[in-house]
């Protein structure tokens, strides 16, 4: 892919010149860093209740006209939008990378996957039906009208940094709705960049609005404004709580996605070599810090050594670094936090009796900040571990033993959160079993990598409700309304 500021530009030129388009939006107030050499990168506003306010006038003005357009030019100009994102995929990636971590090949794969949202949904706008009902009366007819639900906000988190925006701002703008976004502290770059893309892209003014800073001013002045219609969430079931709460003084819709903590089941009769592709696929991706990824492993007792000796072998090989060095393969933690969390996960477990079977401490690279875990795999897991009780957001991978079926999906079920599981199985009559009796909303069957724009994806229990992705999203924006017409 050839991209306008030129394929052989380095990373830090990339990032260079797209510091200087979103150069009015930058201004002093947080600092963004680089988590993997903690060098500064650039400040963006600490804006707060006044500026999310402003930033609802502005998509209140601009609805009408957004509303009005027809279908058809509401999802030329998402394409347009999309297309641009891919003809900028590898500036995108090193401005994503600079700020988050991840190595510039996921990178460019999450730009990749960001733009497919925004690609599916600008078919979804010309496929808003309304429908007429048969009547119980000869001179009634009944219609049912899909309308947008008005200015919607958007919330999202830093461990992907443009998916997690197109995943709603596509559905959300598809269906007629104008826009507010708050992206994440540590990660307002990308999301700055995608507003210039929109606007260059033909996305008028006011459609779709970007405010940075302070997460509770803001969210609560949203919350508290009945004009924001709907408030759609990624993050932590904690904030998430936080803002249910919040919501109920004005109603306002919500989308909830939150926490994960995935169980990942291997049977005796899985497939090996996929089954041990799949986890790696699954559990490292940018550095374990996704919601859907592999807290938690249980292997059945005749295929667990073997798994257990391919998958630490696996992982051995995989090169931690900077995101922007060749090879690398995981990055940084996104922050001291972040660290203390895994440190603290593996150190309880050790305590509680597991063995470390690989990795199992920081990674420390000359020059770098001191952010790197290694690749980990923890045998003797069980229960009462941290491990298992909360999501790690690490490359931790706990594994235990399991003899019956039954007895797995009972380990797999045992947890508050309802977000994704995974299991491999050859057997076609236990793959249907498995995936009906797992209580979560996204079921990996032989696929680490279930992620696409077109499924639903979301959570059941506390990893919360409602659902991105596919056909399902454009529900989360849009009111029904029916008109009783006597003829
Ligand atoms: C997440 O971590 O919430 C997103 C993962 C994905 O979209 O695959």
Redesign the pocket.
Known sequence: MTTETGSRQSPEERVRVWLGRIAPEIRSGIGVQNPATDEFVASVPNDGAAAARGAVDRAEAAAAQWRNLVAEERGRLLLRFAERMLEEQDSLAALLTTEQGKPLAEAAGEIR?AASFLRFAAGEAERIYGELVPASQADKRILVLRQPVGVAAIVT?W??PA??IT?KLGPALAAGCTVVVKPAEQTPLTALALGWLAREAGIPDGVFNIVTGEPAAITGAWLEDPRVRKLSF?GSTEVGRLLMAKASRNLTRLSL?LG?HAPFLVFDDADLDRAVEGAVINKF??AG?????ANRFYVQAGVYDEFVSRYAAAIRELKVGRGTDEGVSIGPLIDDTGMAKVETHVEDALARGATVREGGKRVRLPGLADRFYAPTLLEGFTPEMLLAQEETFGPVSPAARFVHEEEAIAMANASRYG??AYFYTRDAARLMRVAEALEYG?IGANDG???TAQAP?GGMKHSGFGR??GRYAMEDYLETKYVSWRI
């Open positions: 996957y988190p461990n992907f998916a997690m995943r990624t996605e994960g991706r940018n810090q996704t919601c859907i990824c977000l994704a996204v990598a279930p992620s994806f991105e992705g």
